[in-house]
């Protein structure tokens, strides 16, 4: 089975622009979460979503946001990038919702760095 | 609110000598707890996972982790530290009761010495 991806790998934004990422979950899986690493604040859950639905959202503005679509694919969008966006984005698939006994599995992540 | 302490932000051990790395957690209900490594420039991989049975979880590559719940900790142990063990390790509780949300600690960075 493919493991999970992410597009791109790599980014590079400006102030004040908006920036879309994608995650393809490992086949059959029907949650997605998504997580922002940063050395400064370490791992940080953003949101998951379990048959195209949020099911849960961590402590982030508004304008972190995401959607899920029928064959479970995610993306994750960041409007108004700041300097404090910069980070790597991690994508985490599993077969039910993150916090049941289902293992997590995760993407190699997105770079994200805003000038 | 729960929460993941990892006590130590750097560990350095010789090439086979043995590995502790200690996670204390503060959770209001039964916690599932994880340990995750993360090699350089790649994702996140599941080493072990306790979820109340086993208190004594046995994970990939010779890592293990004993959940005592009267000290609310979960080190993870290794007898004999091998030179890929070098990464960065994490752990993660999650609790129903806290919006059945994953929290990491900090991280903890391995280093092995040959």
């Known amino acids: 089975k493919a493991g999970v991806t992410q597009t791109p790998r790599y980014l590079i934004k400006t102030r004040g622009q908006q920036v879309t990422l994608s995650c393809s979950p490992i086949s059959g899986h029907r949650s997605v979460s998504w997580y922002q690493q940063t050395p400064g604040q370490g791992l940080q859950f953003l949101f998951e979503y379990f048959s195209e639905t949020q099911r849960n959202k961590g402590n982030f503005p508004g304008r972190f946001s995401g959607r899920q679509f029928s064959n479970s694919r995610s993306e994750m969008n960041v409007s108004t990038l700041e300097l404090g966006d910069s980070a790597l984005y991690l994508c985490?698939?599993?077969?039910?919702?993150?916090?049941?006994?289902?293992?997590?599995?995760f993407g190699p992540g997105t770079r994200l760095t805003v000038l | 609110a729960q929460s993941v302490t990892q006590l130590d932000s750097h560990v350095s051990v010789s090439e086979g000598t043995p590995v502790l790395l200690r996670c204390n957690y503060s959770?209001?209900?039964?916690?599932?707890l994880f340990w995750y490594v993360q090699h350089p420039n790649k994702g996140l991989q599941l080493l072990l996972k306790y979820t109340s049975a086993a208190t004594l979880v046995k994970g990939i590559n010779g890592f293990e982790a004993e959940f005592k719940k009267s000290e609310t900790s979960f080190h993870l142990t290794k007898p004999s530290a091998h030179m890929s063990d070098a990464a960065e390790y994490f752990c993660v509780v999650s609790d129903r009761n806290a919006g059945n949300m994953l929290t990491f600690g900090g991280g903890t960075r391995l280093m092995v010495k040959p």
């Open positions: 985490a698939s599993s077969p039910g919702l993150a916090w049941t006994t289902d293992t997590q599995y």
């Open positions: 959770s209001s209900y039964s916690p599932s």
